[in-house]
C-alpha cells in the first residue's frame, strides 16, 4: 500500500498555455492557474470537458490533482500524456472521479457549483501514475460529469514525493468555521456565514535519510506561504477515505526532529484553502 504522497512543485503553472474544449463567459481558463478558491473554469452544455495543458520544455509528471471542483459521483476523469514529439506515453481508462463522495448543503442541494466552494461544498480528485514520465510538453484532462457543467477551480500536476514511511494513526481532520452567531439579549440569534477550511494534523515518524532530505527541501522552500497537495491514502480502496484524506493547503508546521540514528520524526499541520 502506498504511503502519505505530496504534489508541492506545480508544474501546471509553468504551462504555456491551458485550454478547454469549450468556456462559459465570464468563467477563464487563467482562473485555474491561480488559488483562489472561488475563481473558477466552467464548461458550457453537459458533455464535459477536455483541458489541454501545454509546455514548452519537458516536464516531469506522475500525479494529476483537481482540488476543488463539483464533480459528483458517477464523473469519469482520463488522462494523456504527450512527449516532445507529440506521441502519446500515457493514456489512462475513463477513471472514477469522485466514487463515493456525498456532499449535503445547508440549502439542501447535493450538488454544488463555485458559489459553494468556500462552505464545503467542493470535491477533490487525483490520478496517481505508475509511471513516472520526464519529457512530457503537453497534457489532456478528460472530465465527464453527466448531466451539470462542471467547475474546476485548480489544476495540479508534476511529480509527488513519497515517505518512506506512513503516517502514524491518530491523524485528525478538521472543519475550521469562520462563521460569527450573536445571540441578542432578548434571545434572538444573527449568523453572519463564512467560510469554512479544511485543516488536516498527523505525525510522520522514522522516516529515512532520504525522506529527510527530501522533506526539509519542501519546509525550506515552501514554508508557510506555499500551497501543497497532499494524499494520505492515494490508493485505498474506499475512494472516500481517499478524496477525505487528501488537502490542498499550507503547512504550519516546519520543523523535523532527529530521533534515532539514521531516522527522523515530524509532524504537519495543514491549513486547506
Known amino acids: ?40 473554469h466552467r464548461n458550457t ?71 459553494d466552494f468556500i462552505f464545503g461544498g467542493a470535491t477533490k480528485t487525483s490520478v496517481w501514475l505508475t509511471t513516472t514520465y520526464t519529457n512530457i510538453r503537453k497534457m489532456d484532462i478528460i472530465l465527464v460529469n453527466g448531466t451539470s457543467t462542471i467547475d474546476c477551480s485548480r489544476i495540479i500536476c508534476g511529480k509527488y514525493w513519497e515517505s518512506s514511511q506512513q503516517v502514524e494513526r491518530g491523524i485528525t481532520l478538521g472543519s475550521n468555521d469562520a462563521s460569527e452567531v450573536i445571540i441578542t439579549r432578548s434571545g434572538n440569534i444573527y449568523i453572519d456565514r463564512r467560510p469554512i477550511t479544511e485543516s488536516m494534523n498527523f505525525n510522520l515518524n522514522y522516516i529515512n535519510e532520504t525522506s529527510r532530505k527530501e522533506l526539509l527541501s519542501i519546509f525550506r522552500t515552501w514554508g508557510l506561504s506555499g500551497f501543497m497537495y497532499i494524499c494520505v491514502f492515494p490508493n485505498n480502496s474506499n475512494p472516500e477515505i481517499t478524496q477525505a484524506y487528501s488537502i ?26
Open 248 to 273: 490542498y493547503g499550507r503547512n504550519q508546521s516546519n520543523s523535523l526532529e532527529y530521533a534515532v540514528n539514521g531516522f527522523y520524526n515530524t509532524s504537519l499541520d495543514i491549513i486547506g484553502w
Open 1 to 40: 500500500m502506498a504511503n502519505i504522497r505530496i504534489i508541492y512543485n506545480n508544474v501546471a503553472d509553468l504551462a504555456s498555455s491551458i485550454t478547454a474544449t469549450s468556456t462559459a463567459s465570464g468563467f477563464s481558463t487563467d482562473n485555474l492557474k491561480t488559488n483562489q478558491k472561488t475563481l473558477v
Open 45 to 115: 452544455g453537459t458533455t464535459g470537458v477536455t483541458y489541454t495543458i501545454t509546455w514548452s520544455s519537458n516536464q516531469i509528471i506522475n500525479s494529476i490533482a483537481l482540488p476543488a471542483t463539483n464533480l459528483v459521483s458517477g464523473a469519469t476523469i482520463k488522462i494523456i500524456l504527450y512527449d516532445v514529439n507529440n506521441n502519446k506515453v500515457e493514456e489512462t481508462s475513463n477513471l472514477s472521479a469522485c466514487t463515493g463522495k456525498s456532499i449535503v448543503l445547508q440549502n439542501g442541494n447535493t450538488t454544488s457549483t463555485y458559489t
